[in-house]
């Protein structure tokens, strides 16, 4: 069955700093990729998506992720992060059934 | 922009209670989703469906019954609450145009079962 792995539950940043929230998927085809980011109090939001062409998919808010179909990986990245950025981060796959499968997420802290 | 609201906001039961959590949408989307969230776990889909009168078996449906009365209005039941249905609870909608679709989620019912 498909899954997803996120292995850091909790990431603490500076303000300023760059960011990488790491996120594997389990699934022998190429799945269509999420990234949905929780504010407090809030529902998910979409931050990106992917499923083909260029490995680098922008999103919303300046952030990017990078596809690697050999490290079935789909990482979130950040150049700069800003205090307003703290939120919970949530990987999701799904393989065209409509259903989709969510990683445990990430909850970001950003520090003065 | 896409509208999805729950009610209730919160919703507090005792054990073997009956509850009825509500979902609407505007968005004209075909498909609905519910799912909890709880700690470790990330969201958990429970139950979906592509259109009025349609239901699919999630990943975690024991203990709950969900129907789509109307493409707009989803509604998840809990006929017999545990405490171990004490969770966040969120609705979801997609459109039905491929499968790339994005979902558009409610702000969720936090749910106590006493």
């Known amino acids: 069955a498909q899954s997803v792995t996120q292995p850091d539950a909790r990431v603490t940043v500076s303000e300023g700093a760059s960011l990488q929230l790491r996120c594997k998927y389990s699934?022998?085809?190429?799945?269509?990729l999420f990234w949905y980011v929780q504010y407090p109090r809030q529902g998910l939001q979409l931050l990106l998506k992917?499923?083909?062409?260029?490995?680098v998919v922008q999103g919303v808010n300046g952030f990017e992720a990078e596809f690697s179909k050999s490290n079935s990986s789909f990482h979130l990245r950040k150049a700069s992060v800003h205090w307003s950025d703290s939120a919970v981060y949530f990987c999701a796959v799904t393989t065209g059934n409509y259903k989709y499968v969510f990683g445990a997420g990430t909850r970001l802290k950003v520090i003065a | 922009e896409a509208a999805v609201t729950q009610s209730p906001r919160n919703k507090v039961t005792v054990t073997g209670g009956n509850v009825t959590l509500s979902c609407r949408q505007t968005n004209s989307h075909n498909y609905m989703y519910w799912y909890r969230q709880d700690t470790g776990h990330g969201l958990r889909l429970i139950h979906y469906s592509y259109g009025a009168g349609n239901l699919q078996i999630g990943d975690v449906p024991d203990g709950y019954k969900a129907t789509r009365t109307t493409q707009e209005d989803f509604f998840l039941l809990l006929e017999l609450a545990s405490p171990s249905q004490t969770s966040l609870y969120f609705c979801?909608?997609?459109?039905?145009?491929?499968?790339?679709?994005?979902?558009?989620f409610g702000p969720g019912t936090r749910l106590t079962v006493l």
């Open positions: 992917y499923y083909s062409g260029d490995p």
């Open positions: 979801a909608s997609s459109d039905a145009g491929g499968y790339y679709a994005e979902q558009f």
């Open positions: 699934y022998s085809a190429t799945p269509y």
